[in-house]
């Protein structure tokens, strides 16, 4: 069973730092990994979905790497602003069997950027 | 296109009660998922649908949730009856394929009293 842990559950830093949130899963036969991000009271925006076959993908200031060897992703965002501020989820998608596209999520990194 | 609807926004309803969830998917997305988030298990996947049949319905938590899809164009989710322990914020998710992205709804925050 896949589990996905993200590490801090929270993180409170000044605007303009550069900052990385971890996600790792535990089961590496993975199709992709997707970050989400979720602002208060609303549902989820998708960020960034790296293939498994790819090592980042870059938005802007964000960019998430993946290492499925190790099970870990990383999302980087640089230059950070108050407007970042919100929960940030990673989650991993299955690759075959009846688990197929299952989206496995983690519990989250609060982030937020004070001014 | 005006992305995943969901109704209604919030509900509150008493224990024992029935409850019934909406979700109409972004016109053409063939996947369609229902998950579940609460602060003690974050998000849980439910139930999910391919071209309106269910494929995997393993995260329904008891007999008392029941899913369907009678077109491509809505789908419910249903409780019956409700519990206290019901109470989370319920999303509706479309996608065009299973691993590719997928647009989540506002949700529904559900509260049973």
């Known amino acids: 069973k896949q589990e996905v842990t993200q590490i801090p559950a929270a993180l409170s830093v000044p605007e303009g730092e550069n900052l990385v949130l971890n996600c790792s899963f535990t089961d590496s036969a993975i199709y992709n990994l997707q970050w989400f991000r979720q602002d208060p009271g609303k549902g989820l925006t998708s960020l960034l979905l790296i293939q498994s076959s790819q090592r980042e993908q870059t938005s802007g200031r964000l960019n998430a790497s993946l290492d499925k060897s190790s099970g870990r992703s990383t999302l980087y965002i640089a230059a950070s602003q108050p407007g970042d501020s919100a929960t940030y989820l990673c989650?991993?998608?299955?690759?075959?069997?009846?688990?197929?596209?299952?989206?496995?999520f983690g519990q989250g990194t609060i982030l937020t950027v004070h001014p | 296109d005006a992305g995943v609807i969901q109704s209604p926004r919030h509900e509150v309803t008493e224990m024992g009660q029935e409850v019934t969830l909406r979700c109409k998917p972004i016109s053409g997305h063939d996947y369609l998922f229902w998950y579940r988030q609460t602060m003690m298990r974050g998000l849980e996947l439910l139930i999910y649908?391919?071209?309106?049949?269910?494929?995997?319905d393993s995260g329904m938590p008891e007999d008392r949730f029941s899913a369907k899809m009678p077109n491509a164009s809505f789908s419910t989710l249903k409780i019956q009856p409700s519990e206290p322990r019901d109470s989370a914020v319920y999303f509706c998710?479309?996608?065009?394929?299973?691993?590719?992205?997928?647009?989540f709804g506002p949700g529904t925050r559900l509260t049973v009293l």
């Open positions: 989650a991993a998608i299955n690759a075959g069997g009846t688990s197929y596209g299952k989206l496995t």
């Open positions: 998710a479309t996608g065009l394929a299973g691993p590719d992205t997928q647009y």
């Open positions: 649908f391919n071209n309106n049949v269910p494929i995997d």
